[in-house]
Structures are given as C-alpha cells and as structure tokens.
C-alpha cells in the first residue's frame, strides 16, 4: 500500500481532485491510501487563524511554524521515516524520473503552503525535499501536490489494468508518443495512415517508432540526447537532422 499524507488547509481539494477517474478506482480497490490532514485543525488561536504577519515587515502573511508541526505529528508512526515534500517553486522540478523515484516509497508526506510562505524552522524541522511542478507560481501547493500524487500512483503495481499500461507511453524511453488514429478512418477528408489498417504489425511497429522519434525531433528534440537509440535509429535522426539545410 502506498500512503500519501498531505498537509493542507484546503483538504477537499486533495481528497475531490483525487476522487475521479483512476486515481479515484486506485483509493477504492485500496491499492493506494491518501489523508489529507486539515492544518487549521491544529491551531490553539482561538480565532482559528494559521497565519501572521511576517518578522521584519513586508507584504502578505506567513503560515505559522506550529499548526503545521502538530499537523505532521498527528499522523505519528505511520509517516515516520518517510519523505516529506514541500510543494514550492524553489524546489527541484518534478519529473518522470522523480515519479519513478518516489514509486518506491512506502509513504510520503506533502505539505502545501498557501499565502506568501511558510516560516523556515518548520520546513527546516520536517521537510526532506523541496519539490517545484515548474517555472510558475501556484496559489498554493495543492494543485502541486495532486499533479505529484497522480503520476506517481499510476506507477504503483495493479493502478493501471492492462489497456492504460505505460509500455508505450511518453517518456518511458525517453521519447513522445507515436500519433494514435481510431475510427472513422476518414475524417474532415483526413485519413488513417495506410499502414495502420493493413493489419502488418512488425511494419506498424517500425513506423511508430520511427513516428516517435519524428515527434520527438520536431516537438522536443532536448530529449533526444537522452533517448534510448540504436545505432540505425541515430543515423536515423541525423538523416531528419540532414534534411533541414
Ligand atoms: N507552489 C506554488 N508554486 C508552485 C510550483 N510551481 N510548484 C510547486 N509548488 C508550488
């Protein structure tokens, strides 16, 4: 069972977002366990407020150090040990490679910050790693943190049956996906590639891996460095590479 604890003053946002589609069969068939801890449970202000002003002056409000400290310890034993993410732009960015990384923990925590930050000494207290969605600036970690919950669950064994398998999926050897066609096999005057209706499968494997790469040459050709290539699928790309001058 993988667990995700997740820190939040928005719990639904979690809990909702999670609910549907296979994420949502994955928590029903208990092949994944996901609690959002509601921060502002854990407050001992009386108004219930989780934030202050910042030290030192300056725009906007800090979330204070120990609603968020007694949150984590809530979820006691069973966190202990694991991870805990802070979802914010300072962090690493999150990729395929860190999905499959965080795959095999037995447990993770993520803690969502909201308004203009969170006090150091806690993130210095609790948190393991710093982890960015990208080059923007979210609201809050929420969204952040169901984008982690989501690719990392589709990596854990018996989520995806047998037709949303990732065998040919983006990414898995580091290339984009060949173009799919389903039917009608004419669309607004478009057609299906011959080749995909003449039933020859080692043929229909070859052109969409030579598909891939075209993709992946014009889309994101960053990722080719990367990808696992052999030596005619190389000379392959140099021959796209030769055809632009
Ligand atoms: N919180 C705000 N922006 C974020 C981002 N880009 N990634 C992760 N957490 C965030």
């Not at 969409?208 to 790309?237: M, N």
Request: charged residues 30%; glycine residues 8%.
């Amino acid at each position: 069972m993988k667990s995700f604890y997740v820190l939040t003053l928005f719990p639904e946002m979690i809990e909702q977002t999670l609910s549907y589609s296979i994420t949502g069969r994955a928590i029903n068939d208990g092949l994944i366990n996901v609690e959002a801890v509601n921060i502002r449970d854990f407050t001992k202000d009386k108004h219930r407020h989780v934030d202050d002003y910042p030290y030192g002056g300056g725009a906007g409000m800090v979330m204070q150090p120990q609603p968020i400290y007694d949150a984590y310890k809530s979820i006691g034993e069973r966190a202990e040990g694991s991870r805990v993410l802070y979802m914010s732009p300072q962090g690493r960015t999150f990729d395929q490679s860190m999905a499959e990384e965080l795959s095999k923990e037995d447990s993770i925590v993520i803690l969502c910050g909201h308004y203009e930050g969170v006090d150091e000494r806690v993130i210095e207290e609790i948190v393991t790693d710093e982890v960015s969605i990208g080059d923007f600036v979210l609201t809050g970690g929420e969204l952040a943190a169901v984008t982690i919950i989501d690719a990392v669950s589709r990596l854990v064994p018996g989520v995806l049956n047998k037709e949303e398998s990732h065998e040919n999926e983006s990414f898995s050897d580091g290339l984009l996906e060949y173009p799919q066609y389903t039917r009608p096999p004419e669309f607004m005057g478009r057609q299906v590639p011959d080749i995909l209706l003449s039933g020859h499968h080692a043929n229909i494997d070859k052109w969409r891996r030579e598909q891939s790469i075209i993709r992946t040459y014009d889309k994101r050709p960053d990722l080719l460095e990367k990808a696992e290539l052999t030596d005619k699928e190389k000379k392959f790309v140099q021959q796209l590479k030769n055809k632009e001058r």
